[in-house]
């Protein structure tokens, strides 16, 4: 687990990740497509990726993006890509446009499929054809969610479509110009199974206001209650927050952290 001194500091962090597993993919080891989230969480995250990849040499910078393949967790049924609050359009405004990225390097579940069970169905189908993901990062929810995986959510569901928990509609409620009444009934969202499946997961959190429920779903066995507690039994997770999230974590001391300010903890 790394603690970083704010949300900036992390999402400098974590955009380092990316990067590596773009490198990776560049150098022809086999690697998997990107499991990307949306969410303010992921905002500073994307802001440093621009920026890291637009500090490298043009021809190298080419090179890492040719090799991008990304699933995105997750979609609002009935808002697609032209609609600002849809997550294809967030994701857009966020990469898409400022990295240049071709349509199909960055794929989301598609929110205005007639049928949205079936759609779910071929996005989860898609994600096995590409051999499963690599790197996938996740925000949490305050309900403890991953992805879209609602409580009461068991480790091997699949990439569905389901109605969102009441807590997660006001959570994002902040995110529509018309507020709670304009957010979605239901969504698509990659599965606890296919994220579990995930070669790395990097659980991002910052924000006072999820430190219970990050503390809850590191200290809390496992259990359907709190869908990411799951991500414990992972073999590869990286836990990285800021200090306003690890404040109800006991075992962080921030004050002995490294003179950067950074703590990490095994
Ligand atoms: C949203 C998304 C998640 C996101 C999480 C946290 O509802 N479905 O993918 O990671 O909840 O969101 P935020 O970072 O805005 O707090």
């Not at 429920?213 to 927050?241: C, D, F, M, N, T």
């Not at 921030?254 to 990490?264: A, H, I, L, N, Y």
Request: hydrophobic share 40%; with cysteine; charged share 20%.
């Amino acid at each position: 687990m790394e603690v970083a001194p704010g949300p900036e500091a992390l999402g400098h962090r974590v955009a380092a990740l990316v990067l590596e597993a773009l490198r990776s993919v560049a150098t022809g080891r086999p690697a998997k497509p990107l499991g990307l989230a949306t969410g303010r969480t992921m905002e500073p995250v994307y802001g440093a990726l621009v920026e890291q990849l637009g500090g490298l040499p043009s021809r190298k910078r080419q090179e890492l993006l040719a090799g991008w393949t990304s699933f995105n967790l997750d979609e609002y049924v009935g808002l697609g890509p032209g609609d600002p609050e849809s997550f294809a359009a967030s994701m857009e405004r966020a990469v898409g446009a400022p990295l240049g990225l071709a349509p199909g390097q960055l794929r989301l579940p598609d929110g205005l499929a007639p049928h949205p069970e079936r759609e779910a169905r071929r996005y989860g189908q898609a994600i096995t054809a590409a051999g499963g993901l690599g790197l996938q990062l996740l925000g949490l929810g305050t309900n403890g969610h991953v992805g879209f995986n609602e409580p009461p959510c068991p480790p091997e569901a699949p990439t569905r479509c389901l109605e969102l928990d009441p807590a997660t509609r006001h959570q994002n409620a902040s995110l529509f110009a018309a507020g709670l009444a304009a957010v979605p009934q239901r969504a698509i969202t990659v599965g606890l199974a296919e994220i579990l499946a995930a070669e790395t997961v990097v659980l991002v959190v910052s924000g006072e206001a999820k430190a219970e429920i990050l503390r809850r779903s590191l200290e809390e066995p496992p259990q359907p209650q709190l869908p990411a507690s799951w991500l414990q039994g992972h073999q590869y997770l990286k836990v990285l927050v800021d200090e306003a999230a690890a404040s109800r974590l006991g075992w962080v001391r921030v004050s002995e952290g490294k003179p950067d300010g950074w703590v990490t903890t095994s």
